[in-house]
């Protein structure tokens, strides 16, 4: 099993309607912040599929998928790392982890992010004292590599260790894109489900400087008087 494989079962499930549809949902057109990535049009399913049923996958392999100009063939290489990540011990999940980072810029689009990052990167830094790559992650001036870092902490919400989360959202509290507003509220949301005290202490704080859509994906599960609350301060 090589790469030149899973590229070729990814191209017989290709569905050229569903890549239109794709090249519009994910903003791959001019000056859009996917510009000319390319859809195959396949269904997250079916690729989790192909990765379940293939043996792992060496590094040099995983790396010709990420390489690829096709979004899911990135996906894939991406998933075949959570999968590896799962079944590793200690010191193969440090070098899977590194490879992650290495790669951390061809995860570019939220989805290949949002799928992928909490299990591996935030799973392998939970039991972890130094958290510091998140923040040089975040002090980036990539847009994926600061989604990766706000999105990781999702692991940590799970396990109610809220200060990276809260510490990262504010750092990217003034970002001006809207993706990052989206990740920064949807983080805060999460800490709120499981703390509710704990995100209106931090609104209380930063509510008035926050962008609106990062407000309202953060208090989406408050009543509608407390929502209209911050909303209107």
């Known amino acids: 099993m090589n790469a030149e494989f899973i590229l070729q079962e990814l191209l017989s499930v290709a569905n050229p309607e569903k890549a239109k549809f794709l090249q519009g949902f994910f903003k791959t057109g001019k000056g859009q912040y996917a510009e000319g990535d390319v859809m195959l049009g396949i269904v997250v399913p079916i690729i989790r599929d192909i990765v379940k049923r293939s043996p792992a996958l060496l590094f040099d392999e995983i790396q010709v998928l990420l390489d690829s100009e096709y979004h899911e063939a990135r996906l894939t290489g991406l998933l075949f790392l959570m999968k590896q990540f799962k079944k590793a011990k200690e010191a193969e999940r440090k070098k899977i982890f590194d490879f992650y980072l290495k790669n951390a810029r061809k995860a570019?689009?939220?989805?290949l992010v949002d799928v992928t990052c909490r299990d591996v990167i935030g799973l392998y830094l939970l039991d972890k004292e130094d958290r510091s790559v998140l923040y040089r992650l975040a002090e980036s001036d990539n847009?994926?590599?600061?989604?990766?870092?706000?999105?990781?902490?999702?692991?940590?919400?799970?396990?109610?260790?809220?200060?990276?989360?809260?510490?990262?959202?504010?750092?990217?509290?003034?970002?001006?894109?809207?993706?990052?507003?989206?990740?920064?509220?949807?983080?805060?949301?999460?800490?709120?489900?499981?703390?509710?005290?704990?995100?209106?202490?931090?609104?209380?704080?930063?509510?008035?400087?926050?962008?609106?859509?990062?407000?309202?994906?953060?208090?989406?599960?408050?009543?509608?008087?407390?929502?209209?609350?911050?909303?209107?301060?």
């Open 143 to 233: 847009l994926w590599e600061q989604r990766i870092a706000i999105v990781s902490t999702w692991i940590f919400i799970k396990y109610r260790q809220f200060d990276d989360t809260l510490a990262i959202a504010e750092k990217l509290l003034t970002h001006k894109h809207d993706l990052m507003h989206k990740a920064v509220g949807w983080m805060l949301r999460e800490v709120g489900k499981k703390d509710r005290q704990t995100l209106v202490d931090f609104l209380k704080i930063h509510h008035k400087n926050m962008p609106r859509t990062a407000l309202r994906y953060a208090i989406e599960h408050f009543p509608p008087e407390e929502r209209a609350y911050f909303m209107r301060k």
């Open 108 to 111: 570019n689009n939220w989805d």
